[in-house]
């Protein structure tokens, strides 16, 4: 069976996205023994420094390459020249393994895959096909999406069964929540079939859980959401400055000692609504 592809989709910068895709990867790797890769599918490469040291990080690029060196055909010549002796399986990095054949793989991602958004001819199919070779190795495959509405994103929806939307509880989530509704229906209204990637609804991140105006603002996205049949996950990200740490690290938040309890079963309760949503989606779908 292929891998579930989930692309981890926001509009918005810092909004713990990034935090919420390694520790998801990380959980279902350790937790749930599955076979993980973890995809950075952003220029700003923010996952690739949560899981690299700069030195590792940097002899990987100039010898193994990233997501962009192999998606880039032009215009950089020095790339180009690189593509040409990598694959996408020399590109994965190896982060961890278990037993029972579970293991945590990733392709980083670094600043030059900017130039794909100023040439995204026949770009929109891409990554799907880059990853088919691969595919059938993984469980899951978790797309770490930039934070724009670009070729990049088309990219990861075109190569992507699913949609998870990371939201920071702020006065800005509503717009943040309407930016996303209109990515998607943008991107069905141009897809050759619009029904392969389906929404597993939105994850509130950075969660605070003092705060009268975050409440406010979770009730008015629980609000439009039920307006766009957009389902919202009852488990939360609570905030912590312990990911800070965990990043410094190089570690999943739930296993830092200075982690509270609580923030772990954070990690914990997201996995578990996550699986059980994603099978009530594949359930319907066999009923269709």
């Known amino acids: 069976m292929s891998a579930i592809r989930i692309a981890m989709l926001n509009m918005k910068g810092g909004v713990g996205k990034t935090t919420l895709a390694v520790n998801l990867a990380w959980h ?6 599955h076979r993980v890769l973890l995809i950075d599918l952003d220029p700003q490469f923010n996952a690739s420094q949560y899981l690299m040291d700069y030195e590792s990080y940097a002899n990987h690029v100039a010898t193994q390459g990233t997501i962009a060196t192999l998606l880039i055909d032009q215009p950089d010549l020095a790339i180009k020249k690189k593509k040409s002796k990598k694959s996408i ?3 994965i990095v190896k982060i961890d393994e278990g037993d029972q054949g579970s293991v945590f793989d990733f392709l980083p991602s670094q600043l ?13 199919y891409k990554l799907e096909k880059l990853i088919e070779p691969v595919q059938d190795n993984y469980d899951y495959i978790i797309i770490d999406c930039a934070p724009t509405d670009s070729v990049l994103t088309t990219m ?7 949609i998870l939307a990371p939201m920071r509880p702020d006065r800005f989530s509503v717009l943040g929540f309407a930016n996303l509704i209109d990515t998607v229906n943008r991107f069905r209204d141009n897809a050759s079939n619009p029904n392969n990637v389906r929404e597993l609804g939105i994850v509130f991140t950075q969660v605070r859980g003092d705060s009268s105006v975050e409440t406010e603002c979770m009730k008015n996205v629980r609000k439009e959401a039920g307006r766009s049949s957009f389902y919202v996950f009852d488990s939360e990200l ?5 990911f800070i740490r965990a990043v410094q690290d190089q570690t999943p938040v739930f296993e830092t000692k200075w982690a509270r309890d609580d923030l772990k079963d954070n990690v914990n309760a997201i996995v578990d609504e996550l699986k059980n949503r994603i099978s009530e989606l594949l359930q319907d779908s066999e009923e269709e």
């Open 89 to 91: 399986k020399s590109s």
């Open 28 to 33: 279902l790797f350790k937790a749930g023994k």
């Open 156 to 162: 990861a929806l075109n190569a992507s069964n699913f």
């Open 238 to 242: 609570g905030f912590s400055n312990t």
């Open 112 to 124: 030059a895959l900017a130039h794909v958004v100023k040439n995204p001819a026949q770009m929109d």
